[in-house]
């Protein structure tokens, strides 16, 4: 039999932690998160990922001590269980903003009420929404950020290794700071199109003035459509040069949060 197999007693407590590490990030993680994906199938890559990555952490009695108490055992579990729940999360951050920006980029254009059904989070959201998140999605893909997190997963057991060691709740403060500098990348990402559309807002109600006998309203919001989608299609170099940036600063993040654990 594989000596990958032969777990002592010891060993298979590791492998389990480590087991608990892999799921929870799988079931967090925007790929594997999403709820289109049945919760067997997310086990299954955990498991698999695990007996990839457990050979690679010389596992021995060090690691996770001797005559450990159940109550232990559970915090250990937990800890785990919020290790891989944060990376996963962290790596849902990237679209987070994607969304940001897309809700922004409708309500402006006046088309927020123009949704359609998203498979991935079971829900309706807007058209702009779903472009943005497609866009963003092969970005993701394109540059290899799967890779980029899967690796941050196999060095957070260098950082934070499966011990008795339990984590530290004292600098969690970086969670805050890494929403907000989400918030702000997706109004970045939103920016051109709110500034094109203020602009012609200001346009038509100079000429709402200046013709009264035009119905501004009506004409502004086909104009506004079009315009939005102009601009949007435009910046759209601009708006990969934020993704190109949050990614950055989810991957700084990702390690900062990893060693305050």
Known sequence: MPQIYQ???TEFLAFFLVMVRMTAFVVSWPVFGVPLVPSPLKILFGLILSLLVFPTLNINAEYIGADLQSMTIVLLFVKEVFVGLSLGYLGRLFFYALSIAGEIISVSMGISSAQLFNPSIEGQSSVT????????T??????????LF???????????????HL???????HFGVIVQQVMVIGLKMSAP??????FMNLVMAVIGRAVPQINVLITSLPVNILVGFIVMIVALPLILAQMNDLLEVTAVNLFKILKTF
Do not use: D, K, T
Request: glycine fraction near 4%; aromatic fraction near 14%; hydrophobic fraction near 60%.
């Open 7 to 9: 777990f002592s007693e």
């Open 129 to 136: 929404n779903q472009f943005l998140i497609g866009v963003a």
């Open 138 to 147: 092969l970005f993701f893909l394109a540059i290899q950020g799967h890779h």
């Open 150 to 164: 899967l690796m941050a997963l196999n060095q957070s057991f260098q950082i934070v290794p499966v011990s008795n």
């Open 167 to 173: 984590i530290s709740f004292s600098e969690f403060e």
């Open 193 to 198: 199109v709110l500034v094109a559309i203020l």
